[in-house]
């Protein structure tokens, strides 16, 4: 039996495998996003805000959102898996400078988009 020309198999090996990745996407957002939940409450906390800042809330959804999917594209191409053979000390400490660097172009990247909205909607030019 075929769906549009593609064998059952190939379907359902696709189907496990999105499966399996969106897993993988759901734990790693769900992590990032407690992490920079954490930090804007702790950031109103320590400034003594009384209230719950809303759209820091939505950019740490937001961020968490694009960083887990960076992540996982980054671990697809197999980024920082150069000392793959070595102590385990060096492949930890590699992918993490890696991704490191990784994150923080996008965020740069972000600030950068965020700013220029924010810019253009008050009609600042950017």
């Known amino acids: 039996m075929t769906v549009d020309n593609i064998p059952m198999s190939r379907l359902r090996r696709v189907k496990t495998i999105a499966?399996?990745?969106?897993?993988?996407?759901l734990v790693i957002f769900l992590y990032l996003w407690?992490?920079?939940?954490?930090?804007?409450?702790?950031?109103?906390?320590?400034?003594?805000e009384h209230n719950?800042?809303?759209?820091?809330?939505t950019f740490a959804i937001i961020n968490a959102f694009i960083f887990a999917k960076v992540?996982?594209?980054?671990?697809?191409?197999?980024?920082?898996?150069?000392?793959?053979?070595?102590?385990?000390?060096?492949?930890?400490?590699?992918?993490?400078?890696?991704?490191?660097?990784?994150?923080?172009?996008?965020?740069v990247f972000g600030t950068g988009i965020r700013s220029r909205i924010v810019f253009q909607r008050w009609g600042m030019g950017g």
Not at 19 to 25: D, S, W
Not at 39 to 47: A, D, Q, R, T
Not at 52 to 57: C, T
Not at 78 to 94: A, Q, R, S, V
């Open 71 to 107: 992540l996982l594209v980054g671990e697809h191409f197999g980024l920082g898996t150069k000392f793959g053979h070595k102590p385990l000390i060096y492949p930890i400490l590699h992918k993490s400078f890696i991704f490191t660097l990784v994150i923080i172009c996008f965020h």
């Open 52 to 57: 719950l800042d809303y759209p820091e809330q």
């Open 34 to 48: 407690v992490v920079f939940s954490l930090l804007s409450i702790h950031k109103s906390i320590v400034l003594s």
């Open 19 to 25: 499966y399996a990745e969106f897993k993988q996407f």
